[in-house]
């Protein structure tokens, strides 16, 4: 366990990667956002996605713990077990960082009325609905699954190269797209919308974390095979 928690610290070598760049691009969203809603010469509440980027950015945070990290840790005697272990740890660790950052969020542009232009990049009522550990539960699921994401396709890269990778993202793009197929052939999609408002956020959060579950699954199971 204690080699586990030393993989924590070795993705944690470069503090930029998992902490100072999502920061950085969070801050930086913001700032974009506000500026924006200030020029829209309305009284209304202004929403928007700006603090989607740096959940996001994870997708690149797992391809680089991955790509990056993994070769350096066997030449230090770590196993792919503790290495696998030890990185989705860090990536839990990560995301809950990013809920509690979006949690906080949230509660400034509460107390100052959208930053005085009545705009809003993490309070956005939807996502809310269930409270702030309902909001919490989605900003962690969409860190984490994007993280999770770029680590299996990195790990599919490094395990079968390129034209395995491609073949089974065309592969999953096909399924998205014969699922939309047939929704819009039954006329489906108004069972689709309201079974979405019956979950809410936390009910899709919680599919999500389901998806991110498969995926981690899929990138361990790969992982065995994997060229440093």
Known sequence: MMRTFNVIRLQLINKGTFVWYPLII???????SVLIYAMIPVDTPKYGG???APLWYFFAVGMSAMTLTFPFSQAMSITRREFFFGTMLTAILASALMGVLFLIGGGIEVATNGYGVNGYVFYL??????????AFVVYFTLALFFFVLGFTGATIYKSWGQLVLLIVSIGLSLVLIGLLFVAARMDLWNEIGAAIMDLGAVGLALWGLLLTAVFTGVSFLAFRRTIP
């Open 26 to 32: 969070l801050a930086g969203a913001v700032v974009v």
């Open 50 to 52: 700006g603090g989607q």
């Open 125 to 134: 009522p939807w996502l809310w609905d269930a409270g702030p550990l309902g």
